[in-house]
């Protein structure tokens, strides 16, 4: 009898197996990369400020406050989902928004930002790219959240959600208080 | 609805095979050299692919990198440490071999042996209890 089951064990040993690795991976975005930066201080950089491209602002110039670094592009449909919670975010004053313009024209972010409205303390542009190498960053939107020291505490990759704010951010930004 | 939007973001952008500018190699030992490093490595955006294959913005720009490195008389090492440092372990089609990466290494084998154990404990359970008949006829193959 235990012996003509034998199958049918193996079979719910696998079933519960697999079941087991869906449940895991469900409601998870497995092509997020994790950032090897989590921990370690901002990458080195020197941007110019979108509408005033003589004015350049690096590592040494958000030292002080936390910040949230918001990596977008007026290309990329996502962050257009993601704007509204950004906007929300940066008007509940729980952390300064620094927006980063990747691989982008000036004059099409700030059409963009017209359009949409601007949450950002500032922007950052970063046109061809380079400096998002050092970021890790590969796509937009990303989000990076820096400490006053400039040390890089949390990223996320893929529009932010009312939910990541409230069970990612918000727990991220209470453990720097 | 955001992450269906959102994945099909990722997937226009991989498949945007736009047009780019091709890389001019100085001569055919950097060519090969430059083919070999990024078929080793993978796309971040369209993870099934390596950069050498693939059309993602960011892969051109990550290619255009890896020529610069190279340029700059990086080793494939150097090389391969710039972009873990910037993108994880990830980028490496072959990891290194450390706890974390201990069961993509060695799961294969262990689930091998598992299965050569089972094999042979069913082997010798049934040489045991099978009645030993010898064929009647020996020139009788079947």
């Known amino acids: 009898m235990i012996k003509r089951l034998l199958p049918l064990f193996a079979f719910l040993a696998l079933a519960v197996l697999l079941a087991g690795g869906v449940l895991r991976n469900s409601g998870k975005d497995n092509s997020a990369i994790p950032s090897p930066l989590i921990g370690k201080p901002a990458p080195a950089f020197s941007l110019p ?14 030292l002080g406050q936390p910040y949230l670094l918001n990596v977008w592009g007026s290309w990329c449909p996502a ?31 700030q059409r963009w930002l017209q359009q949409f409205g601007n949450p950002y303390q500032l922007v950052i542009t970063d046109e061809d790219g380079r400096a998002a190498l ?24 893929g529009p932010i959600t009312p939910e990541v704010v409230r069970d990612q951010l918000m727990p991220e930004l209470e453990k720097l208080k | 609805m955001k992450r269906l939007l959102f994945a099909l973001a990722l997937l226009l952008a991989c498949a945007a095979a736009a047009a780019m500018e091709p890389i001019k190699f100085n001569d055919d030992a950097e060519e090969a050299r430059f083919r070999a490093l990024s078929a080793e490595l993978r796309c971040v955006m369209c993870q099934n692919q390596s950069l050498a294959d693939s059309n993602a913005q960011i892969a051109h720009d990550l290619r255009l990198q890896v020529l610069t490195l190279m340029r700059e008389g990086k080793t494939d090492r150097e090389i391969k440490d710039y972009l873990v440092a910037r993108y994880s372990d990830f980028v490496l089609y072959s990891p290194p071999v450390r706890p974390s990466t201990w069961l993509l290494w060695f799961g294969p084998g262990v689930m091998l042996l598992g299965g050569a154990v089972v094999v042979v404990l069913v082997v010798r359970k049934r040489a045991g209890t099978a009645p030993a008949a010898p064929p009647a006829d020996e020139s009788q193959e079947w």
């Open chain 1, 79 to 109: 962050c257009r989902d993601e704007h509204p919670v950004i906007t929300d975010l940066a008007a509940s004053g729980a952390v300064r928004v620094i927006g980063y313009d990747y691989k982008d024209a000036p004059e099409d972010a």
């Open chain 1, 134 to 157: 050092d970021w890790g960053i590969y796509g937009a939107p990303e989000s990076f959240l820096v400490d006053a020291q400039g040390v890089v505490r949390w990223k996320f990759v």
């Open chain 1, 49 to 62: 400020v979108l509408g005033d491209p003589s004015r350049r602002v690096g590592n040494a110039d958000l």
